[in-house]
Each structure stands twice: as C-alpha cells, then as structure tokens.
C-alpha cells in the first residue's frame, strides 16, 4: 500500500521539477525535438498542463494511502483508473502547446493531421491496454473442479491435473507476500508471479478482503487462491474428494 503513496510523492516531485523549476528536459518530447522545433512550443503552458495533473493525480495517491493507514476502506481501482486516463489525457491536451502540429487558434496545421494521429493513436492504444489489465486483474475468481483437473480462468490462469496434486491446505491468513515477480497487484488483488515469505516462488489469485484461502501444491509449484467464502468452501470439498 505504502508503493501508492510512493508513487503519488513521486509524481508532485516531477510535477514540481518540471512546473515549478522549469526543468523540461524531462519532458521527453520537447527534449527529442531540434532547437527550431522548439522555438515553436509552448513550452510554459505545456510545463503548466502536466504540472497541475500530477500533482492532481500525486495528491488523490497520497491522500488514499493515509485513509487507509488511518482504517478507511479505500477502492483502489477507480483511483488507479482515473490516474491513468488522467495521464493518457495529459499526453494528448499537451500536444495543443505543441506549435509544429497547431497553429495559435489551437487548430492542427496543415498536412500534420498524419503525424498527430499517429502519436495519439499510441496514447490510446497504451491507455486501453492499461485499463483492459486493471479490469482484467479485479474481475471475480472462476475456477472450476472438472472430473481431471482443476481449472482457474481468466488472465494467468492455469490448468492443474488432479494427479498432479501433491498437498491441499485451508489457509486462514495469507503468508506475507515480499516480491512480485511477473503479474498483476492492483489494490486487494493479486494476480500472477509472486514471491512469499516461508513459501517462496507461488502463482496468486488472491483478493485480500476475503479472509480465507486454499493453497494447491505440485511438484512443480504453488498456488494460493480464494473467493467469497461459501465457494471456496464448495471448491475445497471437491478437491478433498478428488
């Protein structure tokens, strides 16, 4: 949780750094440009643009983060949708400042329609694709114990034969978790690659607000999973009697 708050620190300092000190070779796409192609920006309402998002976007971070800590249940879902379109925005509205594509009615300039698709339509497509994993990664848990295996869907997912199956455990708390490896942590939801304190190496799908969890082993690796309470309980049965 504290990586939020991290986070939103970060972004005032940058937005500080590039407002507020007017450092703007961190903004990369003036730093790319020639010195004629800057003499065509501007550079100060572009500076101003991204200056007030993220300290807009580092504040709703760290104010979050202190909710939490102080026992408030805080979505971190929306706050994590709203930061990234507020971003993929601020990407598109800075390129208005940018005097090689519009010209001083803020209307794009002749024949640079093209090359400001093409910039934009990168924003886009990265801003879908963000959002399309943090839906995704919070969707409810399916997993179904077929007459061979046991199958988890969804992003990540996985097939584990029962044969396979080495050792089965109800878990009432979930082992600290130290690294995450190669997947998805999204406020409560874990999905993916993770590293566990006493466990090591284990493949999560894993919403923290429900208290209770089963943990699959195979030669090969650990799985920890959970849903509301009254389906984990149907899954367990099935797989003690499998």
Do not use: C
Not at 40 to 53: E, F, P, Q, R, Y
Not at 137 to 166: F, H, K, Q
Not at 168 to 195: C, S, Y
Request: glycine share 8%; proline share 2%; aromatic share 12%.
């Amino acid at each position: 949780m504290w990586l939020y708050g991290f986070l939103g620190v970060l972004l005032i300092a940058f937005g500080i750094l590039i407002h507020g000190f007017k450092q703007y070779r961190w903004i990369s796409k003036y730093n790319r440009m020639t010195n004629e192609e800057k003499m065509l920006v501007d550079i100060t309402g572009m500076a101003k643009l991204m200056g007030v998002v993220l300290y807009f976007d580092g504040f709703m971070l760290i104010l979050a983060t202190v909710l939490v800590f102080l026992g408030v249940d805080v979505p971190f879902t929306p706050i994590i949708v709203v930061l990234i379109t507020s971003l993929g925005f601020m990407t598109l509205f800075m390129q208005r400042y940018d005097g090689n594509l519009f010209d001083e009615n803020h209307k794009l300039k002749k024949g640079v329609f093209k090359k400001f698709l093409k910039s934009g339509s990168v924003t886009v497509i990265a801003l879908v694709a963000v959002l399309a994993m943090i839906l995704l990664s919070t969707r409810p848990l399916d997993v179904e114990a077929n007459e061979d295996a046991l199958v988890i869907n969804g992003m990540y997912g996985t097939t584990i034969r029962y044969d396979e199956i080495v050792e089965v455990q109800w878990l009432d708390t979930l082992p600290n978790v130290e690294m995450r490896t190669n997947g998805a942590a999204i406020g409560p939801h874990l999905k993916g690659h993770f590293k566990l304190e006493s466990l090591g190496a284990a493949k999560l799908f894993v919403n923290k607000k429900f208290e209770r969890f089963i943990l699959v082993r195979t030669q090969d690796q650990v799985i920890i999973f959970n849903m509301d309470l009254e389906s984990l309980k149907h899954i367990y049965d099935q797989l003690m009697q499998k």
